[in-house]
């Protein structure tokens, strides 16, 4: 498989293979997928290539939302939404509003983002059948995905951490009803 979409020129050398590695161990057939952190739309254009029937795309970057948003105009089932995340309600928000059915979460402030899926109601979090998290390898991040672990955990989630160039958390409930 080949990327449909117009590279950003710091795209740097990422193919197909690289995303089939991190976010590969997920079924993406005929799902919704809330896309933050969604750059120009790499990740977007590969769930799709991998049968998703909707991208959400979430980008704060100005220069990276421009070109998802031409790319959206390329490939249909890329809804491209500009949003710098300040708080854990905004991605509560997202959830929402676009009922997804995978959330992944990939931020240039993961930090924040990792901190906020903690803080989000549990009520919010199990709504969503799955979750795709590449993490940070951060000393101070450690705990944090620890807590993610146990958050998911408790929520009635099935855990996987994959190491690549990061470690990847995927979580999967248990409760296959949506």
Request: charged letters at 25%; one cysteine or more.
């Amino acid at each position: 498989m080949q990327f449909r979409i117009k590279q950003h020129p710091d795209a740097g050398d990422f193919s197909m293979d690289w995303f089939d590695n991190i976010y590969g161990n997920l079924n993406y057939e005929n799902k919704t997928v809330l896309d933050i952190g969604a750059d120009w739309g790499r990740t977007a254009d590969h769930f799709l290539q991998k049968g998703a029937k909707r991208v959400i795309a979430v980008e704060g970057g100005k220069e990276w939302y421009k070109l998802l948003e031409r790319n959206a105009e390329l490939i249909d089932g890329i809804t491209p939404i500009f949003l710098w995340l300040k708080n854990p309600s905004d991605i509560s928000n997202l959830i929402k509003v676009y009922n997804p059915d995978i959330v992944k979460i990939a931020t240039r402030g993961w930090s924040d983002c990792e901190n906020w899926l903690l803080e989000i109601p549990s009520d919010i979090i199990t709504s969503v059948p799955q979750y795709i998290l590449p993490t940070s390898q951060a000393h101070d991040q450690k705990r944090n995905i620890v807590n993610l672990i146990k958050m998911f955990e408790s929520l009635n989630y099935d855990v996987n951490i994959q190491m690549h160039h990061v470690p990847v958390i995927t979580a999967v409930s248990r409760i296959t009803e949506k």
